[in-house]
Structures are given as C-alpha cells and as structure tokens.
C-alpha cells in the first residue's frame, strides 16, 4: 500500500491563558486510508517518543455523529469534503507531500483550552435556555399515534435534529454566529407538536442565549450551511425568523 | 422594552424590510429616468414637467422621506451589526478559504454598502443639490429665445431672477430648470460615466445578496418559494444596474457622435 508524508502547520498553546503560534511538524508512514485523527494518533505516538508533549485534539466515536472532533484544517471547518466531520476525513482527500494547516475553531465564546481543544460549553448553555420540551414522565409511556404527526413534518424535524452540536457553523461564520445551531434546535421542536408549548419562549430565550454568550449575528451568508457535516439547512434559520417574528408580534411577552 | 426587541435578528427584520422597500424605490427611480434616453425637444420638456412634478407633489414628498428615512435605517443598522460582528473572533485563523463556502460579494456587504452610500451621495450632489440650490440651467424654449415656466407655459421678454420670471417688475411665475441638460453635460464626462458603473457595479453585488437575504431574514426563503426568490433576485440585481448603467453609457456616446 502507497505510504503517505505531510507537512503540518498545528496550532499549539498551553493553556486558555497563554498565546498560541503554529509549529511545524513532519509524519510520514501514513496509509491513505488513516483517517485524519488516526494521522493526528500516529504524529503524538511519534511525538511521545520523542518525549515531547503530544498535541491536544478533541475526539470521541469517531464515526461522525457525536460532534466531538472539530478541526479547521486548510482554511475549512472540518476540512475539505463535504457532509463529514474531522473523523469521516481521510488522508487520500489530501496530496501526498501537500502542507497541511490544523487550527481549533476560532470564535471568542470558544475559548481555547489548549493547542486544539475548545470549550464549547456555550452550547450547553443555549440549550438550557430553552432546547427542551415538558413531558409528563408519570406512568406508562402513550401510544406513539395519540398525538399525529405529518410525516412531512417529522422528516424536516429530523432533518433538524441531526444538528450534533459540533459548533462547524460557528467556526467557518464571518461573524462567529451560532445562528444555525440555534436554529436546527428551534426547527426541531417547532415542528412537533411536543414542541409547540414553549415555542414563543424558546426562540426568544436560545436566541437571547446566543447574544449573552458573545456569538455573531447571521449576515445569510451560507458557509454554515456548506461546512455543516450534518447538512443541516438556511431553512431552518428561516423557519427560526417566522418563529421570532410570532414571538415578538405576541402582544403577551411572558408568552 | 421587551428585551427581545434588541436581538440582532429584530433588527434585521428592519434591515430587511428597508432594503425591500429601497428596491421598490430603485423601480419607480428607473422608469422615471428611462425618460433620459429619449432626445428630442419633446422628451426633455416631458423628463424637466416630471422633475418638477416630482418636487412639488405632496405624496413623492412623504415617498422621498421613507425613502430617506430607509437609507438612514439600513445604513445605521448595517454598520452597528458590522462593528458588533468585527470583535467575535480576536484570535483570527492563521490560514482561511472562505471562498469554498461562500460568495465575496455576501461577505462584504458592509463594504459594497459603503460604496453604494458614497455613490449615492455623490449622485445627490451632482444633480438633487445643483438641481434644488445649484447651477442647473433654465429650460428655454424651443427656438431658445424664452423661457420655459413649471407650469408648462412658454414666457417671452421676461427677466429671470433667483428663479422667477419677471415681466418688469410683475413675476410671472417659477422657471422650469433644464435638468435633462445638466444630466447630459454630466455624463458627457467619462470620469463622471465611470464612477456610475463603479457605484452601479456595488449596487449589483450589494442586491445579488442583499435581495435574497432580505427574504431569509423575513422568514420566507422556504420550500417552493426559496428558489422563486432566488431566481428573481437574481434577475433584479443584474438587470436593474445593468439598465440604470445604460443611461450614463448611452449619453456618453451621444455626446461623442455629437448629438445633443
């Protein structure tokens, strides 16, 4: 099997306090079927042999669909190709010898943790703002036809709901917007009928979420919906904006 | 207030709904001005009654207003979103490839709009400024040895001050201004044709995203009408500069063949 080397240009900081820079490194022996954290593996197993500090990178499954991995590598979010995280990326997309930039999602409510790691616990607190529904949790689970759903519906509810969170959207946004993530959560619930209770309410809270946390406004500029690994729609911030707009027009504001 | 009202995507609500109604006014704007590409004595009698027209009616008076009070509004907006927006990533990318995943045209739309505001400016000062307080010339008669009033009538042996025709000491009424000619000597000029085809060019950018994103703020960019909108914006952003830019370009060349 055809054996491949690449220059790397990696973001290395200690620590949330202290400035990065890039640094140069070399990996060699990699199979163009290495998947780019496996490359990432090989590069820290060579690095701790040397006894250098290996370098930091969030991963979890490592099967696209926990939104752990994040790397912007050549000026992308996720990297070149399309549809896939950091860890569906593998090295035969990329030129053998070809200079590689690893860089962490840039955004000032990202701060980074260290060299590639950021902390995204931002998320968590717009979804605690309001990327939930009230269900009464007491007895036996209902029949899943009581409440009838257009299978319309419930497709373009999934369709929101792959949203995992990763926070590609926000790292490739001019403004650093976290406008699709909040608007896959709010299509989610929209569309069904579980989610109409606090519909008002959560709009306006995940978005105002948003704001406190420091993230951009959406100028529609659509790179968030191209970098998306999980493809996830403008429609859906369209859906969000007719949402608000309901919301705001309510003449009730604790609605 | 309600503390909703101050989320940025309120605001673009506004932004959006003043942009929409600035293309409307782009419309009205170029059918009126179409009049430019006639030439004969008739056609500039006829764009010189409209340009009085459209100074003294009441209801162009409250259009001009929103028109004024939009471009306010979208400009303010605009610029504050873009100054909030400028500080959300301290630490830039070291290496970045915006273009394989979005326009260059969608992320400048603060700057295009800043061309598009200094053309615009530069176009009130050219002719609304020497048009209502300026050096625009008296519309004459035909065979030039009187003048033209704003309301329409031919007046021979008067004297024109300040505006007014006086027979001796008696005034007999406004004098129309010959804006058709003021428009003709301008863009008799390639400095000044060029700059029209550079703001024009701007605007083409600006509304190639603008007029879409409008809809997306709004809400309605969905399903069946997402590609509705998509089309006919983009048949609006190139075909309206395009023909607003045919004027200065046509009355360049007439200029040149000598014609009038």
């Known amino acids: 099997m055809e054996s491949m080397r690449f ?9 949330r306090n202290s400035p990065g820079k890039m640094v140069d490194y070399e990996v060699s ?17 060579n690095l701790i042999k040397r006894g250098e500090e290996p370098v930091a990178f969030d991963s979890d499954c490592r099967e696209g669909i926990c939104g752990t991995c994040g790397l912007y590598i050549n000026g992308r979010a996720h990297g070149p190709g399309k549809g ?32 590639l790691v950021v902390d995204r616990s931002a998320f968590d607190r717009i979804m605690a703002a309001g990327g939930y529904i009230s269900v009464d949790t007491i007895g036996n689970p209902p029949d899943a036809d009581t409440i009838l759903i257009p299978k319309q519906d419930a497709d373009r509810a999934f369709d929101a709901a792959t949203c995992i969170g990763c926070g590609a959207c926000v790292a490739t946004c001019k403004n650093a917007s976290a406008t699709l993530f909040v608007a896959a959560k709010v299509s989610h619930l929209a569309l069904l009928p579980q989610g109409r209770l606090e519909a008002k309410r959560r709009v306006k809270n995940m978005l105002l979420q948003m704001e406190r946390e420091g993230f951009g406004s959406c100028s529609n500029i659509g790179a968030c919906q191209v970098e998306c690994p999980k493809e996830i729609s403008l429609e859906n911030i369209a859906r969000m904006n007719r949402e608000l707009l309901k919301a705001i027009l309510s003449p009730h504001s604790d609605d | 207030m309600r503390e909703e009202l101050k989320l940025s995507a309120v605001r673009k609500y506004l932004m959006a709904l003043s942009g929409l109604f600035l293309c409307l006014f782009l419309v009205g704007h170029l059918v ?17 009654s409209y340009a009085v027209f459209m100074n003294k009616s009441p209801f162009i008076k409250v259009l001009s207003l929103l028109t004024y009070a939009s471009v306010a509004l979208h400009a303010f907006i605009g610029l504050a979103l873009y100054w909030k927006n400028r500080k959300v990533r301290p630490v830039r990318y ?9 326009s260059w045209y969608s992320r400048n739309m603060p700057l295009l709009g800043i061309l598009v505001l200094g053309f615009l400016l530069f176009h009130l000062s050219d002719f609304w400024y020497s048009y209502k307080f300026g050096e625009t010339p008296y519309m004459r008669t035909q065979d030039g040895k009187g003048v033209i009033l704003e309301n329409g009538h031919a007046a021979y042996g008067v004297e024109v001050r300040e505006g007014v025709a006086y027979a001796g000491d008696m005034p007999v009424g406004r004098v129309m201004k010959d804006l058709y000619q003021e428009v003709v000597q301008t863009f008799s000029e390639p400095v000044a044709v ?14 190639l995203h603008g007029f879409q994103s409008a809809f997306q703020s709004l809400g309605l960019m969905c399903g069946s009408y997402a590609r509705l909108i998509r089309l006919f914006g983009t048949v609006f952003a190139i075909s309206v500069p395009l023909v607003f830019a045919l004027i200065p370009v046509y009355v360049f060349f007439r200029s040149l063949m000598g014609g009038g």
């Open chain 1, 7 to 15: 220059k790397l240009k990696i973001w290395r900081q200690k620590d």
């Open chain 1, 29 to 45: 022996g990699i199979s163009p079927d290495n998947s780019f954290l496996e490359m990432l593996d090989i590069l820290n197993f």
């Open chain 1, 84 to 115: 896939m995280t950091t860890c569906q990326l593998h090295m035969r997309m990329f030129k053998n010898g070809q200079t590689i930039y690893v860089e962490p999602w840039r955004a000032k409510p990202f701060p980074v943790i260290k060299d």
């Open chain 2, 32 to 48: 009126g001005n179409l009049q430019l590409l006639e030439t004969s004595y008739e056609a500039r009698l006829q764009f010189n």
């Open chain 2, 94 to 102: 070291y290496y970045n490839d915006p273009g394989a995943s979005s």
């Open chain 2, 194 to 207: 060029f700059v029209y085809l550079l703001g024009l060019g701007a605007l083409g950018f600006h509304l």
